[in-house]
């Protein structure tokens, strides 16, 4: 190991040293500026094999370089792996570095291990600094050159190597310019390309054909987390054998992916193998990188791309994914809203049809009767409902009167309220006794509705000539018989709900109207309406609102109580149907 030596160059000296600066400057691209500061350092020292060593400014990783000749003859640069207690040990040793018998010098094992092809007797190295920041190094080796390395070669190579320094330095600057601006041109055009589309399906199929223009991969896979309740429940990919896509489905937290998709954190495994979150899936894969899709701060899902290659992706990758994937998360998030937007107008367009028909349903009108003032109403919730009341005309002096409720809400149960009510109205043209009617009725329902469903319902005849209304509850919330003198009964008689069991068995039972008597039939949408603090509405108040209202029209009493009831009740509590029915003996 020596100092260097202040030593006038020769001539000859100058005009090699300005002929390797012209060679070391010939190409700014950093592979070919690489390769031809080797081919210098070979030939200007008549070295063996020699080295450039330069730092990542992205990473800060060291980046090693060894020369190599292919069959032609020419000088190949070849990357190596340095070994971790080399670079600390020439870390610690700046200056430049003559040696002409490493083998036997302290510490030389480092040298040793870091040069496979040979077994290096002598050694010149010297630092590169780029704005006085260390850079990388350059060196030149042999093992059969009995005279070695001279301490003029040593500073011929101190010369080259400031030169060196600034070439490589901007060798990389612009190499980096021109990735970066290839990526952003990419990243641009991946932008317009899934900007173009909103099908789900279609543009989940753009970013996979995007994301293998920004980055390698031999897979690709897009995992999806369902917002209702957090877990994985689409998946797509790219690379991926038919035979095993059914092993992609992940849980939140299970594996790389699913890690990242519980943290939101992007992760790059350089060996797939040592990484504790990864499950074996292609024996090919030996380096793996995942990233979140974040629309906001909602994590909607995950990119997991793989490699056959080890060590494979750098933080440049991962930044490079990151960015990728927020431009697919915007896009995806878009796409995934208007979905939902166009789901909720068709599903909203078909409850407005539903609901228009299931009007069509009820009474268009209030039906007159002698001596009597009849009014019913229902109030839909913004759901279509399984709400039914109806007046049906059935001989002279008689009057049907129904109403009923049946389980669940939407589109179904108005399906089920339809069934029902048609299979009324066909028993009640067949028979006139109501307990007949009522089983017909629930051996029907019962044969075409799903176990879990039902129908509670009442079904009475009005006889206006003698004043006397005969029914049958069936399972419904009991109607409230008020008389004039103030007394309160309850119509209970009847049996189960209708579609629960078969051949189901009905009592029914004639009460005697008189002046003055008010009936009240409701639905559960009355009684269970819930204000801010969760309580109901309940009987209570419902008997007071009729005994307030009982000196009113039958129409003027329903008005009365449904005020109370939605006066009552919570803007923000789910609200079912209000259905009414009032019969006043006058």
């Known amino acids: 190991m020596a100092d260097s030596v202040q030593k006038a160059p020769t001539e000859t000296g100058d005009k090699s040293l300005a002929d390797a600066l012209i060679a070391v400057n010939s190409d700014l691209r950093l592979e070919s500026a690489i390769k031809n500061v080797l081919s210098v350092l070979l030939s200007q020292f008549a070295a063996e094999n020699a080295h450039v060593i330069i730092l990542d400014l992205r990473s800060y990783d060291l980046k090693s370089f060894a020369s190599s000749r292919n069959i032609n003859g020419e000088v190949e640069a070849i990357p190596i792996k340095c070994a971790r207690g080399y670079l600390e040990w020439r870390s610690a040793n700046m200056c430049p570095i003559l040696a002409n018998?490493?083998?036997?010098?302290?510490?030389?094992e480092m040298v040793l291990s870091y040069c496979p092809q040979i077994r290096p007797r002598n050694l010149i190295s010297v630092p590169l600094f780029a704005k006085?920041?260390?850079?990388?190094?350059?060196?030149?080796l042999n093992s059969i050159n009995a005279d070695g390395f001279s301490e003029l070669d040593l500073e011929k190579l101190t010369m080259l190597g400031r030169h060196v320094a600034l070439t490589l330095r901007n060798s990389w600057l612009f190499e980096e310019a021109i990735r970066g601006s290839r990526e952003a041109k990419s990243l641009y055009q991946v932008g317009v390309a899934l900007s173009a589309s909103l099908d789900l399906d279609e543009l989940l199929d753009k970013i996979l054909d995007s994301l293998q223009r920004v980055v390698q991969c031999n897979t690709a896979v897009i995992y999806?987390?369902?917002?209702?309740?957090?877990?994985?429940?689409?998946v797509v990919g790219r690379g991926i054998p038919d035979t095993?896509?059914?092993e992609l489905h992940l849980k939140v937290g299970q594996g790389i992916t699913g890690r990242v998709a519980e943290t939101g954190v992007g992760v790059i495994a350089a060996d797939v193998s040592k990484h504790p979150d990864y499950i074996p899936f292609r024996p090919e894969t030996r380096s793996e990188m995942a990233v979140p899709l974040k629309a906001g701060d909602t994590i909607i899902g995950a990119f997991n791309i793989e490699s056959d290659k080890p060590e494979a992706y750098t933080e440049h990758d991962l930044e490079l994914?990151?960015?990728?994937?927020?431009?697919?998360a915007i896009t995806l998030e878009r796409a995934r809203s208007y979905n939902e937007r166009m789901t909720a107008r068709r599903l909203a367009d078909e409850l407005a049809i539903a609901r228009r028909i299931q009007m069509t349903f009820l009474p268009s009108q209030d039906p007159v009767i002698e001596g009597f003032d009849i009014s019913g109403i229902n109030i839909p919730s913004a759901d279509v409902g399984g709400d039914y009341y109806d007046f049906i005309p059935i001989v002279e002096n008689q009057l049907g009167v129904a109403i009923?409720?049946?389980?669940?809400?939407g589109i179904p149960a108005s399906l089920i309220m339809a069934a029902f009510r048609a299979s009324l109205k066909a028993e009640i043209r067949n028979n006139f006794a109501i307990r007949a009617i009522l089983f017909k009725v629930n051996n029907l329902l019962y044969e075409s509705i799903e176990r879990d469903n039902y129908v509670t319902a009442i079904y009475c005849v009005l006889d206006s000539k003698n004043r006397v209304l005969t029914f049958s509850n069936a399972g419904h919330n009991p109607p409230i018989l008020r008389r004039a003198n103030?007394?309160?009964?309850?119509?209970?008689?009847?049996?189960?709900a209708l579609g629960t069991f078969p051949d189901s068995a009905y009592e029914e039972?004639?009460?005697?109207?008189?002046?003055?008597?008010?009936?009240?039939?409701?639905?559960d949408g009355v009684t269970e309406a819930k204000n801010t603090n969760d309580e109901e509405f309940g009987i209570g108040r419902l008997l007071s609102g009729l005994e307030a209202s009982k000196e009113l029209k039958a129409k003027e009493i329903i008005e009365s109580i449904v005020s109370e009831a939605k006066n009552f009740a919570s803007v923000q509590s789910e609200t079912d149907d209000l259905t009414l029915i009032v019969i006043k003996a006058l």
């Open 509 to 523: 039972r004639p009460i005697s109207l008189n002046s003055g008597d008010i009936l009240l039939f409701y639905t």
């Open 132 to 140: 006085g920041e260390f850079f990388g190094l350059i060196q030149a």
């Open 404 to 409: 009923g409720d049946v389980s669940g809400k």
């Open 244 to 246: 095993e896509r059914d």
């Open 101 to 108: 018998d490493v083998p036997s010098a302290p510490d030389f």
């Open 321 to 328: 994914l990151t960015a990728f994937a927020s431009l697919a």
């Open 486 to 496: 103030g007394k309160v009964e309850y119509l209970k008689e009847g049996g189960l």
């Open 224 to 234: 999806l987390v369902d917002p209702k309740d957090g877990s994985i429940n689409q």
